[in-house]
């Protein structure tokens, strides 16, 4: 097989996650082996950066920094939420894809890579299709990436393990707390966490127990409703043998009717909108209401998703393997495929990766099975926890400057632009 | 001088810190040094505890676990708000008080040591007092804590390196993450701090900002009340120029009628009572309702005072001097004594521990000075990061068991009860 020569393409889509630039760092490290690649580009801020032309040079980058990838959090090519949609606007979608192949051409660009969840899969899956249909030879490989772990197909996605191991350290330490509060104050602490559809992410914190009486006491997912009263009566009990409860709240939680507890639009601000303060505040009215007990909340919101101080060692290797396997994959010339992960040994983990048709991921919703969670539904069972184990293995290395991480920060330098600004 | 001859009583009280631990450590591993302290007794509880006579005997734990109170979180001999106070309960402070001194009798208490912050120390102060008017010759020694470092006298006190360090690198990752998202989403963040009076811990923050342009761009403190124009014209500023504002702000913040953000209680949950979701949560719907920009907030909560994953290695060395020196100043025949941390050195930073008498403690506020504050009231300035940056060095390192903190819990074993129950 002769090798495709040309320009690779990198980009990233979706919220950020603790361990999507070691993905990138993957890719750059792994192209860079092949000569047959000849310029390394950078798309900024995912689709929509491409659109309007803003590539950056990857290869003009301090090696450093590229190796900095590694450790540093958050999307450092910048990420969007965009969608090419051909269902809700044909018109638009059809004049992004001229525009994005224009600019492929432009830029000669072969190699395309594309990291993120489900709808990054999905734009990455068209473009492939797009290229096969407009006769543009180019190899298009998405790396999986989301915090949510809700890609069907793969293992586990990378950013998952990270998320795990920093909430599940922080529902333990918020434990000792808690606990050691109890004689005459604290008794019970709610602590929300991402995960609108999904429970991967508050199920994970089942993994800060070591015993049975170890926080957290009850874990609500949004896969199970929560019976009000069967929640109360949890919590009570749980403070009557304890004194003292910690509840961990996926933010996407419904009540038995379907509705999201943190989206009760019956409360009005002073401008007339709902007040979402989200599930945890819900629930902390409902247990002070009932229960008259002393109840405070923790929201880790996007603090979660880029706690690198306290990355996954595991997660930011196998983020890094997903990228150099997907530069290998379009080499070996395959193209509309997403790299997965493939768990080959459960004791001790070992993983590979594998490939998956991009067409088998698009709108599939991959949420936590129930026979992986305790019958009364307040607890991932011990199915989950040998799944979830092995991810949030070792601390994945940053270094510091005056007590403080220090991330790096791409140069960014632009690629003369070749076509006239997008309408 | 004779040598007094008896028993080690240590307790713990107040909101817990990440390095309170270490501090009992450091009274237990000196008081081992010195032959004429026979027993070491540990309050269960703080002073509620002793009145229970719940004691437990420190000489029955394990040497390892006393060594990982070093970088195990919260109150390991467990702790109370509990107050004895004479002003507003004079007949059951005086029970207590005769109750106390039973206790000590009963054990032979003759070193006393409180580890805690104003009421805490106040409550030394009246048992040192008390030690002299009932002629019990006891020593009585106030170990300094709070996260919130409002106690007076001492340059710093333990527990506030620790919180800075975590809720700085938190806010630095959530800045990535918002920066890198800003393109078509993210916007403004609002990370919530603890702090009701004092914005010590808010201040600290700052120490992310290793250039103008770093988060956090706007940090509310307690201090100063929030101009609600200026405030959202500051944040428009910001989103205009970089795209993206992060805000950090103190639990406390005030608007200019001196009422709390957080505490409006024109809004009622369905059980009657007032909704109050915090002050970010407010400032959000400020923010959304008059500048509809997409806004999130982060509450840390008790994460950030048990966050002994990313603890200061200084904050808990310092910690851990000052349970020493607490038990060296005892054996030297001090009593009525807080001891407090003196910097003696700047750049580079050093330490001394000093003594400071318990009567010029309680009661006396510690804010951050105005002129530490820049004049537009939403940034600390330069005199106070020289003041903060040297507190938040190095990691204190946790040994790790399947990807968590492996933290310590004591075995607690009870001491005989010499007196009736309480009444």
């Known amino acids: 097989m002769a090798h495709l020569v040309g320009n690779l393409l990198v980009a990233q889509s979706g919220g950020p996650t603790v361990v999507i630039n070691a993905s990138i760092a993957g890719v750059i490290t792994e192209a860079g082996k092949h000569e047959f690649i000849e310029e390394m580009y950078g798309g900024m801020n995912g689709i929509l950066g491409i659109l309007n032309e803003e590539l950056i040079d990857l290869q003009d980058e301090k090696a450093k920094a590229i190796e900095g990838l590694r450790y540093t959090p958050a999307a450092a090519l910048g990420t969007c939420r965009y969608k090419i949609d051909f269902k809700k606007n044909p018109e638009q979608a059809g004049k992004d894809m001229d525009r994005l192949f224009e600019i492929f051409k432009a830029h000669n660009i072969r190699y395309f890579f594309y990291a993120g969840g489900n709808d990054s899969q999905d734009t990455a ?82 993994l800060a127990k070591r015993s049975e009486n170890d926080a957290p006491h009850i874990i609500l997912l949004p896969e199970i409703p929560v019976n009000e009263e069967a929640f109360l ?154 799944y979830a184990r092995p991810l949030i293995a070792g601390e994945n290395p940053v270094p510091h400057e005056d007590g403080l991480p220090k991330f790096v920060v791409l140069d960014k330098n632009l690629v003369e632009k070749q076509l006239p600004p997008r309408e």
Not at 148 to 163: A, I, K, R
Not at 258 to 279: Q, T
């Open 125 to 206: 899956h068209k473009i492939h299709e797009q290229a096969q249909a407009r006769g543009w030879e180019m190899r298009v490989i998405g790396v999986p990436k989301t915090i949510d772990n809700d890609l069907p197909h793969t293992d586990h996605c990378p950013g998952y393990g990270s998320v795990v191991k920093y909430n599940a350290a922080t529902v333990m330490e918020v434990a000792f707390d808690v606990s050691s509060m109890a004689t005459d104050d604290g008794s019970c602490c709610l602590v929300e966490v991402m995960g609108r559809a999904a429970g991967w992410i508050a199920a994970g914190t089942v």
């Open 233 to 386: 009566n949890k919590v009570k009990a749980t403070v009557d043998q304890l004194g003292y409860c910690v509840v961990v709240v996926g933010e996407g939680v419904k009540n038995e009717q379907g509705d999201e507890l943190g989206a009760d639009k019956s409360r009005l601000d002073a401008f007339g909108h709902a007040v979402l303060s989200g599930a945890a505040e819900a629930l902390k009215e409902l247990i002070q209401g009932k229960l008259d007990l002393k109840t405070r909340t923790v929201k880790l919101g996007y603090a979660q998703r880029a706690a690198a101080h306290y990355g996954s060692k595991l997660d930011a290797d196998e983020a890094f393997a997903c990228g150099e396997a997907a530069v290998r994959a379009a080499i070996d010339g395959k193209s509309g495929f997403m790299v997965k992960l493939v768990r080959t040994s459960r004791d001790p983990y070992r993983f590979d990766t594998g490939l998956q048709p991009l067409g088998d991921i698009a709108n599939v919703e991959h949420v936590v099975p129930r026979d992986w969670i305790s019958e009364d539904g307040f607890m991932p069972n011990d199915k989950f926890v040998q």
